[in-house]
């Protein structure tokens, strides 16, 4: 069980168990609000203006969506950590690894605010033209306006390629030139983001307020999963994921006069960093 096989990074460190308990809170939130429990029935009236708003198709449909919450940043993830770590293939599977379950927490964590909050029954702005459409799934979708799944996704999943950009291009405690240009670079996924929230009141389907919250729960809730597996952005390893368990140790005892010969394969990591992972003998 020595550092260097996924056994050990998997069991030892305990990823798969990240893997697991993420995968479990995904099923209880996308499963139990919205088959075993009922949004509550509010009150309204047919003449309120704000619930007569005519029923638009979504600028961005939800299989859209999807593609920019998981398959836009697994392409991010790939492209840059194979090429800050072009020949350290291990160290770019750890890179990717981290930002992938990066995702995977982040979505864990945004679906368990969005779909039990959605129990409160707001009524989208189009309920009233939904009504008209006689489509039961179509009546039960518009009882979820609060808070915007579409801003919430998005926010989440655009806050940890951007956070994930700002670490590599270490723009904030190795200032280089073009600095301001890094900065636009990182933190334009949050403009696509936008435009997509924004889209969602353009549509008719959520009130200001609701794409509000979408964006506050997505951001918190990126934020939180992208620093559970990378430190922080002003650290001079900000370019580098977090390890733990038997890893930090074996680094440790590395650091602490072990000589290169003598390193475990996954020896060379520094304060539970990943760090150039060199094949034992080299």
């Known amino acids: 069980m020595e550092p260097g096989t996924l056994f050990h990074f998997f069991l030892i460190e305990g990823y798969l168990w990240d893997w697991l308990t993420a995968g479990a809170a995904i099923a209880v939130n996308l499963v139990v609000p919205a088959k075993a429990l009922d949004p509550l029935s509010r009150y309204y009236e047919t003449t309120d203006p704000t619930l007569s708003y005519p029923y638009r198709d979504s600028s961005v449909p939800t299989y859209v969506l999807y593609i920019l919450v998981f398959a836009l940043p697994a392409v991010v993830f790939a492209v840059t950590a194979t090429i800050k770590s072009f020949k350290r293939r291990r160290e770019s599977f750890v890179d990717w690894h981290h930002a992938a379950l990066s995702i995977a927490e982040g979505f864990a964590l945004t679906t368990g605010f969005k779909r039990w909050t959605n129990l409160v029954g707001r009524l989208r702005p189009n309920w009233l033209a939904s009504l008209k459409l006689k489509d039961p799934a179509e009546v039960d979708d518009a009882r979820l306006s609060y808070p915007s799944g579409h801003s919430a996704y998005m ?117 539970g960093v990943v760090g150039d992972v060199e094949a034992k003998g080299r």
């Open 155 to 271: 926010f989440f999943s655009m806050t940890v390629v951007s956070l994930y950009l700002l670490g590599k291009l270490e723009v904030m405690h190795r200032p280089s030139q073009p600095l301001f240009l890094k900065c636009i670079l990182a933190v334009g996924p949050l403009a696509l983001a936008t435009f997509v929230a924004v889209s969602r009141i353009a549509d008719y389907k959520h009130h200001p307020s609701d794409v509000n919250a979408g964006c506050f729960i997505g951001t918190l809730c990126g934020a939180f999963a992208y620093f559970l597996n990378y430190p922080s952005l002003f650290d001079s390893a900000s370019a580098h994921p977090k390890r733990r368990g038997e890893a930090v140790q074996w680094g440790a005892g590395a650091s602490r006069g072990s000589s290169a010969s003598a390193a475990p394969l996954n020896a060379p990591l520094h304060h």
